[in-house]
């Protein structure tokens, strides 16, 4: 390619053919003419728009591939070529591609190697080290390592030098540790050090006594990784994570060594980023916890530190027990105040020590929302966080006699809290009929909790306050009211209102009706109007047609109806990438029909490889299809996948429970093991507040599943 002339032949390729995130790729030309104009505006649009198209969050595209070539020719021009090469090394590195062959981005990425390579000689230490980064993802070791290697003996900037140590250690991890071998001593700039450390990392290389010292020596460490590996942009918890991935107990134990020593750090700064690695090790580790809770309390030094260490403590629960006493104070300060600092204290210690946050919640209710949300299921992963006391129930009780004083979402977590105390809290139930026409949804589920213990006239007036506000059509008062005293009028006139209102998403009004049973027949022919009268492949319509399914099975025992209408569903559903958990949700409702589902059988077994849709498509098998057709062990085999894959752990437990015993091998026992008690979280995804929670929860069910299982296999 002429440098002079780096889009020679743009224009004569076929571009409306090609694809990027946004559709047809014809407008790429454009982009690419704008990066070699003289119009600076125009050019650093350019570039971010092609960033957005052609590597979209992290995915490449048949036009990344397309671009390439005149992307590394506008590079080695001189045309903005550290913000190109960048674009160059993320497009190589992705392995998230679209209509694109596997691979093919990269290698053609790494086709122009020899434009890129002499870059690692420019003058700017900036293009330098990005040079150093985008050339190693090209992962053509062959061409790359000598001419990185050589940089590494001329390199003289840190930030440069530091990235052609990475780019060395990417390629060839021993290599990269033979390079990093000299580049730990205090002589080295801090930037390198920092690399070297990674390289020994990447190298699997043992965790050393000078590693150890070194990575502290280098705290703290936010500023000091300048390579582009987002995954590393926080060095402390970056290395925490590469040691506790190894599995090994020593370096476990290393791990956990260096975050307690940056939580007991003097400089606030290192126990910030200490912070950042006890979150990073506790999500990533079982054993961390209890590990690091006392550094956790030596880094609350005071009233910033405490608030910054609260959400971590809080998520922790009551392993944090013995750090209880450093949130206390905080906790309860101006109870009747309005404090942010003093509501997020209290919120942890809800979770942390319920016994020690009763009073102060008492105290400040109606002035923390966030620790009242906790308590009563807005941030909380277990229900009810708060044991029954007195004293918070008639502070409760004092609020809820004030209806027009209630802001946000204090109407449903109060109502919540008397939810979950059910019989303990039959003395509010005068302040939730109050409630009930101003907050019908809320009120009445903890009236269905509360009333059974009441005495007969305060539930007969309850049951007289529902009546009333189901004639208005309030669903939720029809429902309860059926639950109390049995009365389905009201429940069916608002149902099938409901139904024939043309809600795109009825799943909650059938699962309601399906409930009834036979007292439901009258609105069976509502149930069948409301079925999808179209190929819709969206979520609402998918779930909508399942749950009336369901409700149609449970109301008219017609198992081939329902089947009809869940192959409708698992039909549609093969023709979207969205739809997976409306798959689970089908197969959760065929498992219900029994045999009389097995004309699902097919569908069913057609997404087995699938690690999401796996465990309910498992269980279902198992209750509709001939026994004598099923192989088992395989089940067992995608049951077990799909929760080390941390696709539906839950859903992975019910199925294995549902095969039982014999349809596991030793080694899917062993791998069952390992989710019980292995160090490693196996949840790491979801709502952050509940990651650890839902972990541990697996764990107990694992445990439980073992000493099932055993307990069979012992003669």
Not at 211 to 235: G, I, N
Not at 357 to 379: C, E, F, I, K, S
């Amino acid at each position: 390619m002429d440098l002079v002339r780096p889009l020679d032949g743009l224009d004569t390729r076929p571009w409306r053919s090609f694809t990027h995130a946004y559709g047809s790729a014809e407008d790429v030309p454009g982009l690419l003419k704008a990066l070699t104009g003289t119009d600076t505006d125009a050019a650093d649009k350019a570039l971010s728009e092609l960033y957005g198209c052609v590597l979209h969050q992290g995915t490449v595209y048949s036009a990344s591939a397309e671009a390439v070539p005149f992307l590394a020719g506008i590079a080695a021009a001189g045309h903005h070529s550290a913000d190109v090469l960048g674009l160059l090394g993320g497009m190589a590195e992705s392995e998230d591609e679209h209509d694109v062959a596997p691979g093919a981005v990269r290698a053609a990425v790494a086709r122009q190697l020899p434009l890129l390579l002499p870059l690692l000689a420019a003058a700017e230490p900036d293009i330098r080290r990005i040079a150093a980064w985008a050339i190693s993802h090209a992962r053509v070791t062959g061409i790359a390592l000598s001419p990185l290697r050589a940089r590494w003996e001329a390199e003289g900037e840190p930030t440069a030098r530091a990235a052609v140590l990475g780019g060395i250690a990417r390629l060839d991890p021993r290599a990269g540790l033979e390079a990093a071998a000299t580049a730990l001593g205090p002589s080295q700039a801090d930037e390198v050090r920092m690399a070297a450390v990674f390289a020994h990392l990447d190298a699997d290389a043992p965790w050393t006594e000078t590693l150890h010292t070194t990575m502290l020596s280098l705290l703290p460490a936010e500023l000091l990784y300048s390579d582009l590996d987002l995954e590393r942009a926080e060095p402390l918890p970056a290395v925490v994570e590469a040691l506790l991935e190894r599995g090994r107990e020593p370096e476990r134990e290393a791990a956990f060594a260096l975050v307690d020593a940056a939580l007991r750090d003097g400089r606030a700064e290192v126990r910030a980023e200490g912070l950042w690695a006890a979150d990073r090790a506790c999500m990533l580790s079982r054993s961390a916890p209890s590990r690091l809770v006392p550094g956790l309390r030596a880094a609350a030094v005071d009233e910033e530190s405490v608030v910054d260490i609260a959400s971590l403590l809080g998520r922790l629960g009551s392993v944090a027990a013995p750090a209880a006493d450093v949130l206390a104070p905080l906790a309860g300060r101006n109870p009747r105040e309005d404090d942010d600092h003093a509501d997020r204290a209290l919120a942890a210690l809800v979770l942390v020590a319920p016994d020690q946050a009763l009073p102060l919640l008492t105290a400040g209710l109606g002035h923390r929302p966030r620790a009242l949300g906790t308590a009563t299921g807005l941030r909380k992963p277990v229900d009810p966080a708060l044991p029954f006391d007195k004293g918070l129930l008639d502070a409760v009780r004092d609020r809820l006699s004030r209806p027009d004083s209630l802001t946000g979402n204090e109407p449903w977590q109060l109502t919540n809290l008397l939810a979950g105390w059910g019989a303990d809290a039959a003395s509010a139930l005068p302040e939730l009929c109050a409630a009930l026409p101003h907050h019908p949804s809320q009120a009445a589920r903890a009236i269905a909790s509360v009333a059974e213990a009441c005495a007969p006239p305060d539930r007969t007036r309850a049951v007289t306050c529902l009546r009333a506000a189901a004639e208005r059509g309030v669903l939720h008062a029809a429902k309860t009211l059926h639950t109390l005293v049995g009365e389905s009028a009201p429940l069916l006139r608002c149902l099938e209102r409901e139904l024939r209102s043309g809600a795109r998403d009825m799943s909650w009004e059938a699962g309601i009706l399906g409930a009834l049973g036979p007292l439901g027949a009258a609105l069976a022919p509502a149930l069948r109007e409301a079925l999808s009268d179209s190929d819709s492949t969206t979520t609402p319509a998918l779930d909508t047609d399942t749950a009336l399914a369901e409700a149609l099975w449970r109301i008219t025992g017609d198992a081939d109806e329902a089947a009809a209408v869940l192959d409708s569903v698992l039909a549609r559903a093969e023709r979207s990438s969205w739809s997976r958990w409306s798959v689970v949700r089908a197969a959760r409702a065929a498992a219900l029909l029994g045999p009389a589902g097995r004309p699902l059988a097919a569908r069913l077994e057609a997404v087995l490889d699938d690690p999401v849709q796996a465990p309910a498509a498992v269980v279902a098998l198992t209750a509709v299809a001939d026994p004598a057709s099923l192989d088992r062990t395989a089940l067992a085999e995608a049951a077990l996948r799909s929760a080390e894959q941390d696709a539906d752990p839950t859903g992975a437990c019910d199925a294995l429970e549902a095969l039982g015993s014999t349809a596991l091998t030793t080694d899917h026992l062993r791998r069952l093991a390992e989710l019980a008690d292995g160090d490693a979280r196996v949840v790491r995804s979801g709502v952050e507040d509940r990651i650890i929670h839902d972990d541990e929860a697996l764990r107990t069910r694992a445990r439980a599943l073992m000493t099932t299982f055993t307990a069979a296999e012992a003669p």
